[in-house]
Every structure is written in structure tokens, then in C-alpha cells.
């Protein structure tokens, strides 16, 4: 740039005739997943707004929406950012090391590197920084040792964000550090677990002298639970009911190689989130079902309807709101965990009114029960939602401590060393 010029940012028009003719330049069918989505990954495509040291342009968050319409417009694949890999990657944007956010963030673009979420553990959920796990260093690795539960997709991860122990001797959440672990090791054991709805999304995972190198601690030793709370408020974000991580991917019917190998992605990585939909209460299918059913012409429906679609409405305005927000530069706050809150209103909200519309058919399940059984699955589906990602309770907690500013929960575990806390299971 010349001396004493300023910096101008690009106009939408201008965003939108570049792209336009790079895609034009660049896109072909016949390419592979892979090989294509580093093309735009390299172009700076992929993630216009971050930076192009890992992928980006540097331009405002706003363009991302005016790239992705043309990406679509002309039938191109975009990258990969469906599953953890997106919290993955604004974890590393905010906390990774130079190293960590070269080599990590292309490939979660690419989707050659699949991740999972290793928080959770059977003695702390909502208490997440009462994490066991061990991680001790010995020579020049760190040894992992311990179990987490509740592990959606490490069956399919190759790559894990864990958070583990490095000091009993801190108080609880100075003694937590954050790592990345490669998931295909041989001390790393994955049993899948199959839930009350029928799908098997979620794991245990089992860590008997894993390892992990030095260079893959993500934040400061004893950090880890600053680094661990981005990735949550990232979570609770994309649960707000607008967008999730189990949401966004569909494979189109398109013929090509391209759209062949999209296809089978979409196929497996999103295996996990297939009850994601019902888990939100599938508002979209009341006034169908009611319409269908004639339930529409009972009076009591019609205002539990109307409650509904109104809850509904506010909460995913509420929502867009604090998205706009964030668009224009603000930071992503605890207005994560309103959203999340309202999303689990909704979900209650709808399976109740798909009960009284569908009646005591709502219970059937499989291919003979109302929409083929989807209304069943809701019903035994929703109850998620008030828990992964923190409970109901936890977020209410936090809205009332960083939103209200009402007094702190007292607590009795913070101020000593975490080897001398009582708690369950304590070795
Ligand atoms: C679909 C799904 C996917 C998930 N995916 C992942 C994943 O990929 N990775 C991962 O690490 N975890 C995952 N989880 C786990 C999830 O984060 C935990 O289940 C959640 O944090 C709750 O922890 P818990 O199950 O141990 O319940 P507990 O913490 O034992 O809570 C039990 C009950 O006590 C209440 N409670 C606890 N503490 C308080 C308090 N201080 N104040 C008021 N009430 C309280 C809770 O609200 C709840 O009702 C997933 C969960 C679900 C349902």
C-alpha cells in the first residue's frame, strides 16, 4: 500500500464480482472433496473472514453470507463446517499457538480432520471443572489417563479437544489444561453408547497411558478452563435454535464425482446429528400435523398453537439479534446461554403440543406410528436439549450471575487445592 494510504474495506459488490470470477475460473465437478475444497481454502474462499495465514481474507464477518450465496449459485461445494470442527477451529482462532492454527484450521476446512468434544466426564458435567482426567508430563510428552462420557462422534473423530487435569495441588479450575489428542492411538479406547431414542451418537472414551506431544497444549499450562469456556460459548451459541453443530449439512442430488464424494461425507459425519431435528421439536410440522389431523378445530389446541409459534418466533429473533451483534464485531457473550435457554422452551413447548394433536398416537414409533414415527422420536428426543451443552439450570446460573449480576452460587470447592476436595469416585 502506498504511503499514507488508508485502508478501505471491500464493498459487497466488489466481495461478490471477485468471487463470482474466481469460481468461474476455478470450480469444476469433476475435482475431488478434497482437492477442491483446498483450492478454495488457499484462495481464502472458504473462511473469508479469517485471517490469510490460515485460510481467510481478512474481510468483515458479513461477507462470509455474500461468498456463500455464490459458492451456491453456482453449484459448488463449499468446505466442510458442520460437527465439532467448528468449535474446534474458533477454539484455536481465539487461544492456539501460530503452529496449532497452520496446521489445524485448513484441514477442519478441508474435512480431512474430524473432531470431538472430550469435556464431559460420569463426576463432572454441569461441574466440568471438577474434570478428573489426568494429564502428567513425563519426559517429552504428556500422559493421558482417565475416562469422558457423553462423547458425541468420537467414533468417527480424528482429532479430540480435552480437557484434563495437570495439578491437584491448584484449586479446581487452576489446575485444568486444554490439549489436542489424536484419537487414532492405541491408548485411546471408544465404546459407543445407545440412548433411549435408538441412535448411538454419543461414546465413552477410555485413555490408558495416551499421549499427547508438548506442542499440542492448547493456552498456558493451568489455563484450561478459560480455553475450555470459548468453546462452550461457541456451543451454546450454535444452540440457540438458528444453527447448531449438528445442523447445515445436506447433500445435493447433483451428478458428478464431486457431489458423489460429498454425499458419503455427509453420509457419516452426520450420522450422529440425523435426531438433531426432532431434538428441536420440529415446530415447522404443527400446523400440518394439526391441519391433517383436524386438531386445528379444537379452540385449546389453537392457543397452545399460537403460544408455540410465538415462543418460537421470539426466541429465533432474539437470537438473530445477538447474531447481528456479533457480526458487526461483538464479542460473543453469556447472550449464548438465553438462546439456549429459549431453544429448550421451544423443544418442551412443541413435543407438548405434538401430544395433543397426535393424541396417544403420538407413541408409536417405527415406519406405522404418525410421520413415520418422527412424532415419537420428538417426544423422546427433546429432553436433550435441556442438557447437552450445559442444563437448563447451569444456564440459568449463568444468566443470573453475568446477565443480572445477581450473587455468585456459594461454593466450597474453589479455594483449596483440588486434591483435598471431597467428591465421588476421588482415587
Ligand atoms: C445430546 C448430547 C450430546 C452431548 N455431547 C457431548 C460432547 O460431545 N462432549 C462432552 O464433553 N459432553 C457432551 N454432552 C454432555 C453434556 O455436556 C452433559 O450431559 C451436561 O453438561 C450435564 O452434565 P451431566 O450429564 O453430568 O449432569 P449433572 O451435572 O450430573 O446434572 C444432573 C442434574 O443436576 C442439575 N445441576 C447440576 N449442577 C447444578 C447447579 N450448580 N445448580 C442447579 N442445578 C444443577 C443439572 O441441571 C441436572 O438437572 C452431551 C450431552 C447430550 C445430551
Redesign the pocket.
Known amino acids: 500500500m502506498a504511503e499514507g494510504a488508508t485502508m478501505t474495506e471491500p464493498t459487497e459488490e466488489a466481495v461478490r464480482a471477485e468471487v463470482r470470477a474466481w469460481l468461474q475460473a476455478n470450480w469444476s465437478p469433476d475435482l475431488g472433496l478434497v482437492e477442491w475444497r483446498r483450492k478454495l481454502v488457499e484462495a481464502g474462499w472458504g473462511a473469508p473472514s479469517w485471517p490469510r495465514a490460515y485460510g481467510g481474507r481478512d474481510l468483515p464477518a458479513a461477507m462470509t453470507a455474500v461468498v456463500d450465496q455464490e459458492i451456491r449459485r453456482i453449484g459448488a461445494v463449499n468446505v466442510a463446517r458442520t460437527g465439532?470442527r467448528s468449535l474446534a477451529a474458533a477454539t484455536l482462532l481465539a487461544h492456539g499457538t501460530e503452529e496449532q492454527k497452520v496446521t489445524f484450521l485448513r484441514a477442519s476446512l478441508t474435512g480431512e480432520h474430524a473432531w470431538?468434544?472430550?469435556?464431559?466426564e460420569p463426576g463432572?458435567?454441569?461441574?466440568?471443572a471438577g474434570a478428573m482426567t489426568r494429564a502428567e508430563r513425563k519426559g517429552n510428552r504428556w500422559i493421558i489417563n482417565g475416562q469422558?462420557v457423553?462423547?458425541?462422534?468420537a467414533h468417527l473423530a480424528d482429532w479430540g479437544l480435552l480437557l484434563a487435569r495437570t495439578d491437584l495441588d491448584k484449586p479446581k479450575h487452576q489446575g485444568l489444561s486444554f490439549f489436542l489428542i489424536d484419537m487414532h492411538q492405541p491408548g485411546v479406547e471408544v465404546r459407543p453408547l445407545r440412548q433411549m431414542n435408538g441412535h448411538a451418537?454419543?461414546n465413552e472414551v477410555f485413555f490408558t497411558d495416551a499421549e499427547v506431544l508438548p506442542e499440542h497444549q492448547v493456552g498456558e499450562l493451568g489455563e484450561g478452563w478459560a480455553v475450555a469456556t470459548t468453546t462452550l460459548m461457541h456451543e451454546r451459541r450454535g444452540a440457540d435454535g438458528v444453527g447448531s453443530v449438528g445442523a447445515g449439512a445436506t447433500a445435493t442430488e447433483r451428478q458428478g464425482r464431486i457431489y458423489d464424494e460429498e454425499r458419503a461425507e455427509v453420509a457419516t459425519t452426520m450420522e450422529p446429528y440425523k435426531w438433531y431435528p426432532q431434538?428441536a421439536g420440529r415446530v415447522d410440522l404443527i400446523l400440518k400435523r394439526a391441519k391433517e389431523t383436524g386438531a386445528i378445530a379444537d379452540p385449546v389446541v389453537r392457543q397452545e398453537i399460537a403460544k408455540l409459534l410465538i415462543l418460537a418466533r421470539s426466541a429465533e429473533w432474539t437470537a438473530r439479534r445477538a447474531r447481528a451483534a456479533q457480526a458487526q464485531g461483538g464479542p460473543q457473550g453469556p447472550e449464548g446461554s438465553l438462546g439456549k435457554l429459549a431453544a429448550s422452551h421451544v423443544a418442551r413447548a412443541a413435543a407438548r403440543v405434538h401430544t395433543m394433536i397426535s393424541g396417544a398416537d403420538a407413541m408409536l414409533s417405527g415406519e406405522d406410528g404418525p410421520e413415520k414415527g418422527i412424532i415419537a422420536e420428538i417426544l423422546i428426543s427433546v429432553p436433550?436439549v435441556s442438557?447437552?451443552?450445559?442444563?437448563?439450570?447451569?444456564q440459568r446460573?449463568i444468566i443470573s450471575e453475568r446477565v443480572l449480576r445477581m450473587p455468585k452460587?456459594p461454593s466450597i470447592d474453589t479455594d483449596r487445592p483440588f486434591r483435598d476436595v471431597p467428591r465421588n469416585a476421588s482415587k
Open positions: 465439532i470431538c468434544q472430550l469435556f464431559s463432572s458435567g454441569s461441574d466440568l469422558k457423553w462423547t458425541t462422534s451418537s454419543f431434538r436433550a442438557i447437552a451443552g450445559g442444563t437448563d439450570e447451569i446460573n452460587e
